[in-house]
Protein backbone atom coordinates (compact mmCIF):
# COMPACT_ATOMS: atom_id res chain seq x y z
CA UNK A 1 0.00 0.00 0.00
CA UNK A 2 0.97 3.47 -1.42
CA UNK A 3 -0.11 6.62 0.72
CA UNK A 4 0.50 8.82 -2.30
CA UNK A 5 -1.74 6.48 -4.33
CA UNK A 6 -4.62 6.44 -1.66
CA UNK A 7 -3.68 10.49 -1.58
CA UNK A 8 -4.37 10.14 -5.10
CA UNK A 9 -8.05 9.16 -4.39
CA UNK A 10 -8.89 11.68 -1.90
CA UNK A 11 -7.65 14.55 -3.97
CA UNK A 12 -9.90 13.84 -6.53
CA UNK A 13 -12.66 14.11 -4.64
CA UNK A 14 -11.02 17.37 -2.80
CA UNK A 15 -10.40 19.00 -6.66
CA UNK A 16 -14.26 17.79 -7.37
CA UNK A 17 -15.67 19.40 -4.07
CA UNK A 18 -13.97 22.39 -4.28
CA UNK A 19 -15.67 23.45 -7.84
CA UNK A 20 -18.91 22.55 -7.17
CA UNK A 21 -21.78 23.38 -4.76
CA UNK A 22 -23.61 20.40 -5.83
CA UNK A 23 -21.39 18.37 -3.83
CA UNK A 24 -20.67 20.35 -0.73
CA UNK A 25 -24.28 21.04 -0.27
CA UNK A 26 -25.81 17.65 0.44
CA UNK A 27 -22.39 16.92 2.70
CA UNK A 28 -24.51 18.91 5.68
CA UNK A 29 -27.75 20.29 4.06
CA UNK A 30 -30.00 17.04 4.59
CA UNK A 31 -28.57 17.05 8.43
CA UNK A 32 -29.25 20.49 8.72
CA UNK A 33 -33.16 19.56 7.96
CA UNK A 34 -33.40 16.38 10.15
CA UNK A 35 -31.80 18.79 12.83
CA UNK A 36 -35.00 20.78 12.15
CA UNK A 37 -37.91 18.77 11.94
CA UNK A 38 -36.51 16.07 14.48
CA UNK A 39 -35.78 19.09 16.98
CA UNK A 40 -39.74 20.40 16.69
CA UNK A 41 -40.94 16.75 16.56
CA UNK A 42 -38.78 16.59 20.28
CA UNK A 43 -39.79 19.72 21.55
CA UNK A 44 -43.48 19.29 20.61
CA UNK A 45 -43.06 15.74 22.18
CA UNK A 46 -41.68 17.42 25.59
CA UNK A 47 -44.42 20.14 25.91
CA UNK A 48 -46.98 17.21 25.38
CA UNK A 49 -45.68 14.65 27.73
CA UNK A 50 -45.61 13.90 31.17
CA UNK A 51 -42.56 15.77 32.22
CA UNK A 52 -39.45 14.19 33.23
CA UNK A 53 -38.74 12.34 30.11
CA UNK A 54 -36.38 14.44 28.05
CA UNK A 55 -37.40 13.40 24.07
CA UNK A 56 -34.04 15.25 22.63
CA UNK A 57 -31.58 12.56 23.35
CA UNK A 58 -33.59 10.29 22.83
CA UNK A 59 -35.15 11.09 19.76
CA UNK A 60 -33.04 13.68 17.71
CA UNK A 61 -30.04 11.92 18.91
CA UNK A 62 -30.87 8.51 17.50
CA UNK A 63 -31.88 10.35 14.35
CA UNK A 64 -28.62 11.97 13.85
CA UNK A 65 -26.51 9.30 14.75
CA UNK A 66 -28.59 7.30 12.31
CA UNK A 67 -27.84 10.13 9.39
CA UNK A 68 -24.25 9.80 10.32
CA UNK A 69 -24.27 6.52 9.84
CA UNK A 70 -25.87 6.99 6.32
CA UNK A 71 -23.40 9.72 6.09
CA UNK A 72 -20.38 8.25 6.06
CA UNK A 73 -21.85 4.94 3.98
CA UNK A 74 -22.63 7.72 1.30
CA UNK A 75 -19.18 9.56 1.82
CA UNK A 76 -17.36 6.12 0.00
CA UNK A 77 -20.03 5.14 -1.93
CA UNK A 78 -20.25 9.15 -3.62
CA UNK A 79 -16.26 8.92 -4.03
CA UNK A 80 -16.94 5.46 -6.19
CA UNK A 81 -19.64 7.13 -8.17
CA UNK A 82 -17.31 9.49 -9.36
CA UNK A 83 -15.58 7.22 -11.32
CA UNK A 84 -18.89 5.74 -12.39
CA UNK A 85 -20.11 9.07 -13.81
CA UNK A 86 -16.61 10.05 -15.41
CA UNK A 87 -16.31 6.65 -17.31
CA UNK A 88 -12.82 6.40 -15.52
CA UNK A 89 -12.51 2.81 -14.45
CA UNK A 90 -10.47 1.36 -17.08
CA UNK A 91 -7.52 4.84 -15.91
CA UNK A 92 -8.08 3.27 -12.46
CA UNK A 93 -8.16 -0.15 -13.01
CA UNK A 94 -5.96 -0.11 -15.47
CA UNK A 95 -3.18 1.44 -13.38
CA UNK A 96 -0.83 0.30 -10.42
CA UNK A 97 -3.26 1.41 -8.12
CA UNK A 98 -3.97 -1.94 -5.81
CA UNK A 99 -8.02 -2.34 -4.82
CA UNK A 100 -7.07 -1.83 -1.18
CA UNK A 101 -5.17 1.22 -2.43
CA UNK A 102 -8.43 1.95 -4.01
CA UNK A 103 -10.99 0.78 -1.48
CA UNK A 104 -8.81 2.59 1.37
CA UNK A 105 -9.02 5.54 -0.62
CA UNK A 106 -12.93 5.57 -0.98
CA UNK A 107 -13.17 4.83 2.83
CA UNK A 108 -10.95 8.08 3.33
CA UNK A 109 -12.94 10.01 1.83
CA UNK A 110 -15.99 8.80 3.19
CA UNK A 111 -14.40 9.67 6.71
CA UNK A 112 -13.41 13.20 5.70
CA UNK A 113 -16.65 14.05 4.27
CA UNK A 114 -18.99 12.43 6.94
CA UNK A 115 -17.04 14.31 9.27
CA UNK A 116 -18.01 17.21 8.14
CA UNK A 117 -21.59 16.30 8.16
CA UNK A 118 -20.69 15.45 11.69
CA UNK A 119 -19.30 18.84 12.95
CA UNK A 120 -22.53 20.51 11.55
CA UNK A 121 -25.02 18.09 13.17
CA UNK A 122 -23.02 18.39 16.57
CA UNK A 123 -23.01 22.64 16.36
CA UNK A 124 -26.39 22.81 15.26
CA UNK A 125 -28.52 20.32 17.16
CA UNK A 126 -26.50 21.77 20.12
CA UNK A 127 -27.25 25.86 19.52
CA UNK A 128 -30.43 25.31 18.34
CA UNK A 129 -32.04 22.21 20.37
CA UNK A 130 -29.62 21.87 23.38
CA UNK A 131 -28.75 18.23 22.57
CA UNK A 132 -25.17 17.45 23.59
CA UNK A 133 -23.47 13.67 22.83
CA UNK A 134 -21.80 14.48 25.70
CA UNK A 135 -24.62 14.20 27.61
CA UNK A 136 -24.51 9.88 26.67
CA UNK A 137 -21.31 9.79 28.75
CA UNK A 138 -18.31 7.93 27.41
CA UNK A 139 -20.07 5.51 25.59
CA UNK A 140 -20.68 7.67 22.76
CA UNK A 141 -16.99 6.85 21.52
CA UNK A 142 -17.64 3.34 20.82
CA UNK A 143 -21.30 4.31 19.75
CA UNK A 144 -19.57 6.39 16.80
CA UNK A 145 -16.99 4.04 15.87
CA UNK A 146 -19.63 1.42 15.76
CA UNK A 147 -21.57 3.22 13.25
CA UNK A 148 -18.61 4.49 11.46
CA UNK A 149 -17.07 1.15 10.72
CA UNK A 150 -20.96 -0.28 10.06
CA UNK A 151 -21.46 2.51 7.56
CA UNK A 152 -18.32 1.95 6.26
CA UNK A 153 -18.61 -1.50 5.27
CA UNK A 154 -22.00 -0.42 3.69
CA UNK A 155 -20.25 1.94 1.96
CA UNK A 156 -17.63 -0.42 0.40
CA UNK A 157 -20.87 -3.73 -0.03
CA UNK A 158 -22.44 -0.83 -2.26
CA UNK A 159 -19.78 0.20 -4.30
CA UNK A 160 -19.39 -3.45 -5.03
CA UNK A 161 -22.75 -4.12 -6.01
CA UNK A 162 -23.07 -0.98 -8.23
CA UNK A 163 -19.47 -2.13 -10.16
CA UNK A 164 -21.20 -5.53 -10.73
CA UNK A 165 -24.74 -4.26 -11.22
CA UNK A 166 -24.01 -1.42 -13.57
CA UNK A 167 -24.95 2.66 -12.89
CA UNK A 168 -28.86 2.48 -12.54
CA UNK A 169 -27.80 -0.24 -8.86
CA UNK A 170 -27.32 3.60 -7.84
CA UNK A 171 -30.79 4.01 -7.48
CA UNK A 172 -30.79 0.26 -5.36
CA UNK A 173 -27.91 0.96 -2.83
CA UNK A 174 -28.93 4.88 -1.93
CA UNK A 175 -31.73 3.93 0.69
CA UNK A 176 -29.92 0.77 2.22
CA UNK A 177 -29.45 2.87 5.38
CA UNK A 178 -33.44 3.35 5.05
CA UNK A 179 -34.20 -0.17 4.50
CA UNK A 180 -32.17 -1.19 7.54
CA UNK A 181 -33.19 0.98 10.00
CA UNK A 182 -36.37 -0.55 11.45
CA UNK A 183 -34.46 -2.87 12.01
CA UNK A 184 -31.80 -1.29 13.85
CA UNK A 185 -33.99 0.02 17.05
CA UNK A 186 -33.18 3.61 16.13
CA UNK A 187 -36.21 4.98 18.06
CA UNK A 188 -37.81 1.57 19.71
CA UNK A 189 -36.29 -1.20 21.74
CA UNK A 190 -35.35 -4.60 19.95
CA UNK A 191 -38.42 -6.46 22.11
CA UNK A 192 -40.44 -3.95 20.22
CA UNK A 193 -40.45 -5.85 17.16
CA UNK A 194 -42.39 -9.32 15.88
CA UNK A 195 -39.88 -12.65 17.41
CA UNK A 196 -39.31 -13.09 13.66
CA UNK A 197 -37.53 -9.49 12.99
CA UNK A 198 -35.58 -9.71 16.09
CA UNK A 199 -32.68 -11.94 14.99
CA UNK A 200 -31.96 -9.41 11.83
CA UNK A 201 -31.99 -6.51 14.56
CA UNK A 202 -29.61 -8.92 16.50
CA UNK A 203 -27.38 -9.33 13.24
CA UNK A 204 -26.70 -5.56 13.42
CA UNK A 205 -24.29 -3.77 15.16
CA UNK A 206 -26.15 -0.03 15.35
CA UNK A 207 -28.76 -2.14 17.28
CA UNK A 208 -26.48 -2.74 19.95
CA UNK A 209 -25.35 1.23 19.96
CA UNK A 210 -28.81 2.23 20.07
CA UNK A 211 -30.04 -0.05 22.92
CA UNK A 212 -27.41 1.09 24.61
CA UNK A 213 -27.78 4.78 24.17
CA UNK A 214 -31.64 4.40 25.33
CA UNK A 215 -30.57 2.67 28.41
CA UNK A 216 -28.44 5.28 29.48
CA UNK A 217 -31.50 8.20 28.44
CA UNK A 218 -34.06 6.26 30.34
CA UNK A 219 -31.27 7.11 33.69
CA UNK A 220 -29.55 3.42 33.27
CA UNK A 221 -25.97 2.45 31.78
CA UNK A 222 -24.61 1.57 28.74
CA UNK A 223 -23.82 -2.16 28.16
CA UNK A 224 -20.41 -2.78 27.39
CA UNK A 225 -20.25 -6.02 26.69
CA UNK A 226 -22.66 -5.63 23.86
CA UNK A 227 -21.16 -2.08 22.67
CA UNK A 228 -18.10 -4.68 22.81
CA UNK A 229 -19.43 -7.28 20.76
CA UNK A 230 -21.09 -4.48 18.19
CA UNK A 231 -17.73 -3.74 17.67
CA UNK A 232 -16.05 -6.63 17.03
CA UNK A 233 -19.66 -7.12 14.47
CA UNK A 234 -18.54 -4.15 12.76
CA UNK A 235 -15.27 -4.84 12.23
CA UNK A 236 -16.94 -8.30 10.53
CA UNK A 237 -19.04 -6.75 8.17
CA UNK A 238 -15.52 -4.90 7.05
CA UNK A 239 -13.74 -7.33 5.93
CA UNK A 240 -16.76 -9.20 4.41
CA UNK A 241 -17.22 -6.31 2.67
CA UNK A 242 -13.73 -5.46 1.64
CA UNK A 243 -14.07 -9.67 0.84
CA UNK A 244 -17.30 -9.31 -1.90
CA UNK A 245 -15.78 -5.65 -3.33
CA UNK A 246 -12.46 -8.16 -4.50
CA UNK A 247 -14.78 -10.94 -5.65
CA UNK A 248 -16.93 -8.92 -7.42
CA UNK A 249 -13.56 -7.55 -8.70
CA UNK A 250 -12.67 -10.61 -9.82
CA UNK A 251 -15.87 -11.26 -11.68
CA UNK A 252 -16.37 -8.15 -13.30
CA UNK A 253 -12.14 -8.91 -14.84
CA UNK A 254 -12.93 -12.02 -15.95
CA UNK A 255 -15.84 -11.58 -17.73
CA UNK A 256 -14.79 -8.13 -19.11
CA UNK A 257 -17.24 -6.15 -17.74
CA UNK A 258 -14.89 -3.62 -15.93
CA UNK A 259 -13.70 -2.96 -19.65
CA UNK A 260 -17.30 -2.86 -20.72
CA UNK A 261 -18.86 -1.43 -17.89
CA UNK A 262 -21.70 0.51 -20.26
CA UNK A 263 -22.78 -3.03 -21.29
CA UNK A 264 -23.77 -3.12 -17.64
CA UNK A 265 -24.12 -6.84 -17.59
CA UNK A 266 -21.86 -9.56 -19.07
CA UNK A 267 -21.84 -13.27 -18.60
CA UNK B 1 13.15 -1.80 -11.91
CA UNK B 2 15.68 -4.11 -13.18
CA UNK B 3 17.02 -4.70 -9.68
CA UNK B 4 13.85 -5.88 -8.42
CA UNK B 5 12.89 -8.48 -11.39
CA UNK B 6 16.13 -9.61 -10.70
CA UNK B 7 14.77 -11.24 -7.46
CA UNK B 8 13.53 -14.06 -9.00
CA UNK B 9 15.95 -15.13 -11.70
CA UNK B 10 18.80 -15.15 -9.12
CA UNK B 11 20.48 -18.73 -10.43
CA UNK B 12 24.04 -18.26 -11.90
CA UNK B 13 25.68 -15.63 -12.30
CA UNK B 14 24.22 -12.51 -14.37
CA UNK B 15 24.94 -13.11 -18.07
CA UNK B 16 27.85 -10.53 -19.15
CA UNK B 17 26.14 -9.61 -21.97
CA UNK B 18 22.91 -8.57 -20.65
CA UNK B 19 23.17 -5.25 -21.88
CA UNK B 20 23.00 -6.56 -25.56
CA UNK B 21 19.83 -9.11 -24.64
CA UNK B 22 18.10 -6.79 -22.44
CA UNK B 23 14.20 -8.49 -21.03
CA UNK B 24 11.45 -7.91 -23.01
CA UNK B 25 9.37 -5.37 -22.78
CA UNK B 26 6.29 -7.30 -23.08
CA UNK B 27 5.77 -11.21 -23.48
CA UNK B 28 2.98 -12.66 -24.24
CA UNK B 29 2.41 -16.38 -24.59
CA UNK B 30 -0.30 -18.75 -26.01
CA UNK B 31 -2.85 -15.90 -24.98
CA UNK B 32 -6.13 -16.62 -25.51
CA UNK B 33 -9.90 -15.18 -24.82
CA UNK B 34 -13.20 -16.85 -25.16
CA UNK B 35 -16.21 -15.08 -24.21
CA UNK B 36 -19.46 -17.42 -23.63
CA UNK B 37 -17.74 -19.91 -25.56
CA UNK B 38 -16.84 -17.59 -28.39
CA UNK B 39 -12.79 -17.26 -29.01
CA UNK B 40 -12.11 -13.72 -29.44
CA UNK B 41 -8.31 -14.14 -28.91
CA UNK B 42 -6.75 -17.32 -30.19
CA UNK B 43 -3.77 -18.41 -28.83
CA UNK B 44 -1.98 -15.46 -29.83
CA UNK B 45 1.72 -15.25 -28.67
CA UNK B 46 4.39 -12.48 -29.26
CA UNK B 47 6.81 -10.21 -27.75
CA UNK B 48 8.40 -6.47 -27.68
CA UNK B 49 11.88 -5.24 -27.29
CA UNK B 50 12.51 -2.03 -25.40
CA UNK B 51 13.00 0.63 -28.13
CA UNK B 52 10.38 -1.20 -30.68
CA UNK B 53 7.04 0.39 -31.92
CA UNK B 54 4.50 -2.65 -33.63
CA UNK B 55 1.61 -1.38 -34.99
CA UNK B 56 -1.49 -4.10 -34.44
CA UNK B 57 -3.99 -4.60 -36.81
CA UNK B 58 -6.40 -5.91 -38.32
CA UNK B 59 -10.35 -5.76 -39.16
CA UNK B 60 -13.20 -4.31 -36.34
CA UNK B 61 -13.51 -7.18 -33.98
CA UNK B 62 -10.66 -9.16 -35.05
CA UNK B 63 -9.60 -8.95 -31.18
CA UNK B 64 -6.82 -6.02 -31.06
CA UNK B 65 -8.76 -4.17 -27.72
CA UNK B 66 -9.46 -7.24 -26.29
CA UNK B 67 -6.10 -8.49 -26.62
CA UNK B 68 -4.72 -4.90 -25.16
CA UNK B 69 -7.49 -5.41 -22.21
CA UNK B 70 -5.65 -8.00 -21.24
CA UNK B 71 -2.42 -6.72 -21.22
CA UNK B 72 -3.86 -4.42 -19.03
CA UNK B 73 -4.93 -6.68 -16.62
CA UNK B 74 -8.56 -5.42 -16.78
CA UNK B 75 -9.92 -8.34 -18.58
CA UNK B 76 -8.36 -12.28 -17.61
CA UNK B 77 -7.40 -14.22 -19.99
CA UNK B 78 -8.95 -17.99 -20.16
CA UNK B 79 -4.99 -18.87 -20.81
CA UNK B 80 -1.91 -17.98 -21.46
CA UNK B 81 0.42 -15.36 -19.98
CA UNK B 82 1.47 -11.34 -19.98
CA UNK B 83 4.88 -10.86 -18.86
CA UNK B 84 5.76 -6.96 -18.79
CA UNK B 85 9.67 -5.61 -18.31
CA UNK B 86 9.96 -9.88 -16.55
CA UNK B 87 6.94 -9.69 -14.20
CA UNK B 88 3.89 -11.68 -14.60
CA UNK B 89 1.09 -9.58 -14.58
CA UNK B 90 -1.17 -12.32 -12.81
CA UNK B 91 1.25 -12.58 -9.79
CA UNK B 92 2.92 -8.95 -9.94
CA UNK B 93 0.27 -7.16 -11.07
CA UNK B 94 0.40 -3.58 -9.27
CA UNK B 95 4.44 -3.62 -10.02
CA UNK B 96 3.82 -4.97 -13.58
CA UNK B 97 1.18 -2.47 -14.06
CA UNK B 98 3.64 0.66 -12.70
CA UNK B 99 5.86 0.40 -15.98
CA UNK B 100 2.97 0.33 -18.21
CA UNK B 101 0.48 2.98 -19.27
CA UNK B 102 -2.09 3.78 -22.06
CA UNK B 103 -4.13 5.99 -24.36
CA UNK B 104 -7.40 4.97 -25.78
CA UNK B 105 -10.21 7.16 -27.31
CA UNK B 106 -12.49 4.68 -25.35
CA UNK B 107 -11.06 5.83 -21.77
CA UNK B 108 -10.96 9.50 -21.46
CA UNK B 109 -9.65 11.12 -18.52
CA UNK B 110 -12.43 12.87 -16.06
CA UNK B 111 -14.40 15.65 -18.19
CA UNK B 112 -14.94 17.26 -14.71
CA UNK B 113 -11.05 17.59 -13.72
CA UNK B 114 -8.62 19.95 -14.93
CA UNK B 115 -5.48 19.08 -17.37
CA UNK B 116 -3.84 19.63 -14.74
CA UNK B 117 -5.53 17.98 -11.54
CA UNK B 118 -5.55 15.05 -14.19
CA UNK B 119 -2.65 14.74 -14.46
CA UNK B 120 -1.22 15.47 -10.70
CA UNK B 121 -3.65 12.51 -9.84
CA UNK B 122 -2.80 9.87 -12.28
CA UNK B 123 0.97 11.24 -11.77
CA UNK B 124 0.42 10.17 -7.83
CA UNK B 125 -0.68 7.11 -8.93
CA UNK B 126 1.69 6.35 -11.42
CA UNK B 127 4.00 7.09 -8.23
CA UNK B 128 6.18 9.56 -10.71
CA UNK B 129 9.04 11.46 -9.07
CA UNK B 130 9.06 15.36 -9.38
CA UNK B 131 5.82 15.34 -10.60
CA UNK B 132 5.17 18.96 -10.71
CA UNK B 133 8.28 19.01 -13.31
CA UNK B 134 6.85 16.18 -15.34
CA UNK B 135 3.95 17.26 -15.47
CA UNK B 136 5.14 20.77 -17.19
CA UNK B 137 7.14 18.84 -19.28
CA UNK B 138 3.87 16.86 -20.64
CA UNK B 139 1.87 20.04 -21.23
CA UNK B 140 4.64 21.57 -23.66
CA UNK B 141 4.98 18.75 -25.00
CA UNK B 142 1.79 17.94 -26.07
CA UNK B 143 1.19 22.05 -26.53
CA UNK B 144 -1.87 22.40 -23.95
CA UNK B 145 -0.54 25.52 -22.17
CA UNK B 146 -3.23 26.94 -23.02
CA UNK B 147 -5.69 24.30 -21.83
CA UNK B 148 -3.81 23.74 -18.23
CA UNK B 149 -6.69 24.77 -16.47
CA UNK B 150 -9.79 23.76 -18.44
CA UNK B 151 -11.70 21.15 -17.92
CA UNK B 152 -11.37 17.88 -20.09
CA UNK B 153 -15.23 17.29 -21.01
CA UNK B 154 -15.08 21.11 -22.23
CA UNK B 155 -11.78 19.97 -25.18
CA UNK B 156 -12.02 18.75 -28.22
CA UNK B 157 -11.56 15.29 -28.84
CA UNK B 158 -8.13 16.00 -30.34
CA UNK B 159 -7.40 17.83 -27.53
CA UNK B 160 -8.40 14.88 -25.37
CA UNK B 161 -6.52 12.27 -26.81
CA UNK B 162 -3.27 14.46 -26.50
CA UNK B 163 -3.84 15.25 -22.66
CA UNK B 164 -4.40 11.15 -22.60
CA UNK B 165 -0.89 10.60 -24.13
CA UNK B 166 0.09 13.60 -21.76
CA UNK B 167 -1.04 11.27 -19.03
CA UNK B 168 0.11 7.82 -20.76
CA UNK B 169 4.00 8.99 -21.46
CA UNK B 170 3.69 10.56 -17.49
CA UNK B 171 5.53 7.70 -15.61
CA UNK B 172 8.40 7.31 -18.78
CA UNK B 173 6.43 3.69 -19.13
CA UNK B 174 8.56 0.34 -20.61
CA UNK B 175 5.59 -0.23 -22.52
CA UNK B 176 3.66 2.19 -24.25
CA UNK B 177 -0.67 0.91 -25.52
CA UNK B 178 -2.06 2.99 -27.52
CA UNK B 179 -5.36 1.95 -29.22
CA UNK B 180 -5.66 4.24 -32.01
CA UNK B 181 -3.90 7.10 -30.72
CA UNK B 182 -4.75 9.00 -33.86
CA UNK B 183 -8.41 8.10 -34.30
CA UNK B 184 -9.48 11.78 -34.10
CA UNK B 185 -6.52 13.87 -34.44
CA UNK B 186 -6.33 15.94 -37.41
CA UNK B 187 -3.41 15.21 -40.10
CA UNK B 188 -0.65 18.14 -38.87
CA UNK B 189 -0.65 17.22 -35.22
CA UNK B 190 -1.27 13.12 -36.02
CA UNK B 191 1.86 13.76 -37.74
CA UNK B 192 3.15 15.88 -34.73
CA UNK B 193 2.02 13.26 -32.13
CA UNK B 194 3.73 10.35 -34.83
CA UNK B 195 7.11 12.19 -34.00
CA UNK B 196 6.79 12.34 -30.06
CA UNK B 197 6.05 8.21 -29.45
CA UNK B 198 8.53 7.65 -31.93
CA UNK B 199 11.20 10.01 -30.12
CA UNK B 200 9.61 8.62 -26.88
CA UNK B 201 10.56 5.21 -27.87
CA UNK B 202 14.55 6.10 -29.01
CA UNK B 203 15.35 8.05 -26.18
CA UNK B 204 13.46 5.98 -23.27
CA UNK B 205 13.39 2.43 -24.90
CA UNK B 206 10.12 2.14 -24.26
CA UNK B 207 8.30 -0.41 -26.10
CA UNK B 208 4.90 0.68 -27.98
CA UNK B 209 1.76 -1.67 -28.99
CA UNK B 210 0.03 0.52 -31.19
CA UNK B 211 -3.19 -0.46 -33.27
CA UNK B 212 -4.53 1.43 -35.88
CA UNK B 213 -6.41 0.99 -39.10
CA UNK B 214 -4.13 3.55 -40.68
CA UNK B 215 -1.84 1.42 -43.17
CA UNK B 216 0.32 4.91 -44.11
CA UNK B 217 0.68 5.50 -40.15
CA UNK B 218 1.67 1.86 -39.51
CA UNK B 219 4.36 2.03 -42.18
CA UNK B 220 5.51 5.71 -41.08
CA UNK B 221 5.82 4.69 -37.30
CA UNK B 222 5.96 0.74 -36.64
CA UNK B 223 9.05 -0.95 -37.07
CA UNK B 224 7.19 -4.29 -36.80
CA UNK B 225 3.59 -5.21 -37.40
CA UNK B 226 1.11 -7.78 -36.54
CA UNK B 227 -2.32 -8.53 -38.58
CA UNK B 228 -5.08 -9.99 -36.05
CA UNK B 229 -7.41 -11.96 -37.63
CA UNK B 230 -10.33 -13.29 -35.91
CA UNK B 231 -8.15 -13.52 -32.77
CA UNK B 232 -5.08 -14.89 -34.52
CA UNK B 233 -1.91 -13.45 -35.94
CA UNK B 234 -1.98 -14.32 -39.45
CA UNK B 235 1.67 -12.66 -40.34
CA UNK B 236 4.13 -10.09 -38.84
CA UNK B 237 6.87 -8.38 -40.42
CA UNK B 238 8.08 -5.21 -41.58
CA UNK B 239 5.69 -3.12 -42.62
CA UNK B 240 7.65 -1.80 -45.34
CA UNK B 241 8.93 -5.04 -46.96
CA UNK B 242 5.62 -7.37 -45.91
CA UNK B 243 3.70 -6.33 -49.18
CA UNK B 244 6.08 -7.53 -51.36
CA UNK B 245 7.43 -10.32 -49.53
CA UNK B 246 3.05 -11.34 -50.20
CA UNK B 247 3.07 -9.91 -53.67
CA UNK B 248 0.82 -7.26 -52.50
CA UNK B 249 0.82 -3.56 -54.56
CA UNK B 250 0.30 -2.08 -51.00
CA UNK B 251 0.06 -2.76 -46.90
CA UNK B 252 -3.62 -1.46 -47.87
CA UNK B 253 -4.08 -4.13 -50.14
CA UNK B 254 -2.20 -6.99 -48.32
CA UNK B 255 -4.44 -5.97 -45.33
CA UNK B 256 -7.82 -6.28 -47.45
CA UNK B 257 -5.98 -9.44 -49.03
CA UNK B 258 -5.35 -11.31 -46.23
CA UNK B 259 -8.54 -10.66 -43.64
CA UNK B 260 -10.88 -11.46 -46.28
CA UNK B 261 -9.87 -15.21 -46.47
CA UNK B 262 -8.75 -15.78 -42.89
CA UNK B 263 -9.46 -19.03 -42.62
CA UNK B 264 -8.51 -20.23 -46.03
CA UNK B 265 -4.62 -18.85 -44.96
CA UNK B 266 -4.60 -19.72 -41.28
CA UNK B 267 -4.68 -23.40 -42.40
CA UNK B 268 -2.41 -22.76 -45.10
N1 LIG C 1 -16.84 -8.51 -22.53
C1 LIG C 1 -17.22 -9.02 -23.71
N2 LIG C 1 -18.22 -9.90 -23.79
C2 LIG C 1 -18.58 -10.43 -24.97
N3 LIG C 1 -17.98 -10.15 -26.13
C3 LIG C 1 -16.98 -9.29 -26.13
C4 LIG C 1 -16.54 -8.67 -24.92
N4 LIG C 1 -15.50 -7.85 -25.22
C5 LIG C 1 -15.31 -7.96 -26.54
N5 LIG C 1 -16.19 -8.82 -27.10
C6 LIG C 1 -16.24 -9.19 -28.51
O1 LIG C 1 -14.94 -9.56 -28.91
C7 LIG C 1 -14.71 -9.21 -30.26
C8 LIG C 1 -13.38 -8.48 -30.37
O2 LIG C 1 -13.54 -7.18 -29.88
P1 LIG C 1 -12.35 -6.14 -29.83
O3 LIG C 1 -12.87 -4.95 -29.15
O4 LIG C 1 -11.16 -6.80 -29.26
O5 LIG C 1 -12.10 -5.83 -31.37
P2 LIG C 1 -11.06 -4.83 -32.04
O6 LIG C 1 -10.08 -5.65 -32.81
O7 LIG C 1 -10.50 -3.92 -31.03
O8 LIG C 1 -12.01 -4.04 -33.05
P3 LIG C 1 -12.04 -2.49 -33.48
O9 LIG C 1 -11.07 -2.32 -34.58
O10 LIG C 1 -13.43 -2.31 -33.97
O11 LIG C 1 -11.74 -1.66 -32.28
C9 LIG C 1 -15.90 -8.39 -30.70
O12 LIG C 1 -16.70 -9.19 -31.53
C10 LIG C 1 -16.61 -8.04 -29.41
O13 LIG C 1 -17.99 -7.99 -29.60
MG1 LIG D 1 -10.68 -1.84 -30.66
Redesign the pocket.
Given at each position: MKMRRIGAIVLRQIYLLRGSPTRVLPLFAWIAIDVMLWGFITRYLNAIASPGFDFVPAMLGAVLLWDFLSRVMQGVTMAFFEDVWSRNFLGIFASPLSRAEYVSGLVLTGIGTSLVGLAVMIALASSAFGLSFLSYGPAIIPALLVLFLFGIALGVAGSAMVLRLGPAAEWLIWPLPAVLSPFASVFYPISTLPVWMQPISLALPPSYVFESLRAITNGGHANYTDLTFALTLSLGYLVAAAAFFAHVYRVCVR??LI??YSAES?S | MWRAQRRHGREGPPPLTEAATPQPALAVEHLSKA??GRI?VNDVSFSLEPGEIVGLV?L????????INMILGVLAPSSGSVTIAGLDLADHREAALGVVNFSAVYAPLPGNLTVAQNLRIFGMIYDVPNLTDRIGEMIDMFDLARYRDTRCGLLSSGEQTRVSLAKALLNKPRLLLLDEPTASIDPSTADTIRGHIRDYAAREKGAVLWTS?NMYEVAAVCTRMML?SRGRILIEGDPRTLPTEHGAASLEDLFIGLSREPDERASS
Open positions: TGARV | FDVGNGAGKTTTHL
